[in-house]
Nanobody, 127 residues
Framework: QLVESGGGLVQAGGSLRLSCVDP????????MGWFRQAPGKEREFVAT????????YYADSVKGRFTISRDVAANTVALQMNSLKPEDTAVYYC??????????????????????WGKGTLVTVSS
C-alpha cells in the first residue's frame, strides 16, 4: 500500500512537497511516480523515477518546476513542487509500476489499471 501526504492549500507561486511512503517495502524494485487528476479531467502523468532514483521523467507542463526524488533506504518518494500555478490544482496520486520509469511515464490511460496506487492527496493552488 502507498500512502501520500503533504497536500494542502497554497498561493500561486508558492511551493509544496508531497511525500509517498511504501511501508511494506513492497515496491522497492519498482519504478515510482506521481500522477494527478483535476476536477472534471482525466488522470495524467506528472513524473516518474527509476527504482534506484537514477532516471527521472517529467510531463512538459511541470518540467523545470517539479522535482521527483527517491530515498531507497526509507522507501519514500517525494515530489517537490515550486512555482505552483492554479492549473496545478488536482488530487495527486503516488503510483508504482513493475516496469522501467520511462515506460511508466508513457503508459496510456487505458493501462493505468496495471499500476499500484495510493489514495491521493489534494493540492489546491489559489490565484
Amino acid at each position: 500500500q502507498l500512502v501520500e501526504s503533504g497536500g494542502g492549500l497554497v498561493q500561486a507561486g508558492g511551493s509544496l512537497r508531497l511525500s509517498c511512503v511504501d511501508p511494506g517495502r513492497t515496491f522497492r524494485s519498482y519504478a515510482m511516480g506521481w500522477f494527478r487528476q483535476a476536477p472534471g479531467k482525466e488522470r495524467e502523468f506528472v513524473a516518474t523515477i527509476s527504482w534506484n532514483g537514477g532516471r527521472t521523467y517529467y510531463a512538459d507542463s511541470v518540467k523545470g518546476r517539479f522535482t521527483i526524488s527517491r530515498d531507497v533506504a526509507a522507501n519514500t518518494v517525494a515530489l517537490q513542487m515550486n512555482s505552483l500555478k492554479p492549473e496545478d490544482t488536482a488530487v495527486y496520486y503516488c503510483a508504482a509500476d513493475n516496469a522501467i520509469a520511462q515506460a511508466m511515464a508513457a503508459r496510456p490511460i487505458g493501462e493505468y489499471g496495471k499500476l499500484y496506487w495510493g489514495k491521493g492527496t489534494l493540492v489546491t493552488v489559489s490565484s
